[in-house]
């Protein structure tokens, strides 16, 4: 019963170089989400795909790219990375849209770009 | 606006009653929700109350709705050491894919 995973779960980014977290989901959810956790600024999205086929931007896109593989798989890029893109980065899945439904998270991916 | 404001720490003694509070400013939000960060996890959600309830029991924990001031609370009763987590509000506006905002979470410490 995996639920979301992502990987990696930890990584070190030197400045200006490129990477794909990945995720995926095994509860047939219709809707994926990327979120970032920053010390006392709570989660805040970065991107979202509300069913297979379609993405759309949220509160911070700058910086990422993403690409709804299929309906289990999420995946956010980073095309060059910045200091400011140090994070925690969680995806989440759900069946209906964000907040009518239960969202699940995965663990999570700490980033550090030096 | 759908600022969601929270106290950053919380401190109590094992086996008092804990109560994380939270303001919201977005009076049309329809759902409320706590979440609770187990550390090194994801989030998880502990309960949610729709905006037409004033309270909501489930076991050790009672959320508390006013709306009229916007503000919700999560009481849980007899803390064991194994609430400490961080302790996420948020409020959503209804079916839209990007309509959930978090608050900043509030760390609550379960002091032996």
């Known amino acids: 019963n995996a639920g979301v995973t992502q990987t990696p779960k930890f990584q070190v980014l030197k400045t200006g170089q490129s990477m794909t977290l990945q995720c995926a989901q095994d509860?047939?959810?219709?809707?994926m989400y990327w979120y970032r956790q920053d010390p006392g600024m709570g989660l805040r999205l970065i991107y979202y795909?509300?069913?297979?086929?379609?993405?759309d931007k949220g509160e911070v896109p700058n910086g990422y790219n993403v690409s709804r593989l299929n309906k289990r798989e999420f995946s956010l890029r980073l095309e060059s990375a910045a200091p400011s893109q140090t994070s925690v980065y969680f995806c989440a899945s759900s069946e209906k849209s964000m907040g009518a439904s239960e969202a699940f998270f995965g663990q999570g991916t700490r980033l550090t770009v030096v | 606006g759908e600022d969601v404001e929270q106290s950053l720490f919380l401190s109590v003694r094992e086996g008092d009653s804990s109560v994380i509070n939270c303001t919201y400013t977005d009076s049309s939000s329809t759902y409320l929700y706590w979440y609770k960060q187990e550390p090194g996890a994801g989030l998880q959600l502990l309960t949610y109350i729709f905006s037409n309830m004033d309270m909501k029991q489930d076991q050790r924990l009672t959320v508390l709705l006013n709306k009229k001031d916007k503000h919700l609370s999560l009481r849980i009763a007899d803390t064991q050491t194994g609430d400490s987590a961080i302790y996420f509000c948020a409020e959503s506006k209804g079916t839209g894919a990007n309509n959930l905002f978090f608050g900043t979470g509030t760390r609550l410490t379960v002091i032996p």
């Open positions: 795909s509300a069913s297979e086929g379609t993405t």
């Open positions: 509860m047939n959810h219709n809707s």
